[in-house]
């Protein structure tokens, strides 16, 4: 991809199996590098600010594609395994370096978190997250830096 996207993404979906929680999603996507900061807002909560959550960096690894790089810039004990599989994630489909910062919460779902709660809902971030990164997806052989492995 030779340009970045000129707008961030902004979208909110329902948090699985909640009834008045939703996901808010900001994506930016730049030449070489890809954005996402995720949070939660449950109806009642609308006029709060959403709180800081972990912040991860990951990026493909060119000497093991199948395992991409990460470190953590902030951590929040709750956020920090979803942020950290989810930046890897989407560093190893892009095949570009990712910044996470995720604040959601699993405490108004139906049985306030569980780990088949949080694995929906993070099958619906990255599925949603990837639909709208289509367009960017670059091919394996591309370096983070932009350039050719030849």
């Known amino acids: 991809m030779d340009e970045a996207v000129d707008e961030p993404v902004q979208l909110s979906f329902q948090l699985p199996r ?9 994506l930016t996507i730049k030449s070489k590098v ?3 900061f995720l949070t939660t807002v449950a109806a009642d909560e609308e006029d709060q600010p959403a709180p ?3 912040f991860v960096y990951a ?13 953590t810039i902030y951590s929040v004990e709750a956020t920090l395994e979803f942020t950290t599989r989810l930046a ?10 990712v910044y996470v910062g ?6 108004n779902t139906g049985l306030g978190g569980t780990v088949e709660e949080e694995m929906e809902a993070f099958k619906k971030v990255v599925e949603v ?7 960017v997806v670059k091919s394996p052989n591309v370096l983070p830096n932009g350039t ?3």
């Open 18 to 26: 909640s009834l008045d929680t939703k996901i808010h999603l900001r």
């Open 34 to 36: 890809i954005l996402l």
């Open 52 to 54: 800081m959550g972990s």
């Open 59 to 71: 990026l493909p690894d060119k000497y093991n594609p199948n395992q991409p790089l990460s470190t």
């Open 88 to 97: 890897k994630i989407l560093a190893k489909k892009a095949h570009m370096p």
């Open 102 to 107: 995720n604040s959601i919460s699993f405490a």
């Open 129 to 135: 997250t990837l639909d709208k990164l289509q367009s």
């Open 148 to 150: 050719g492995s030849s």
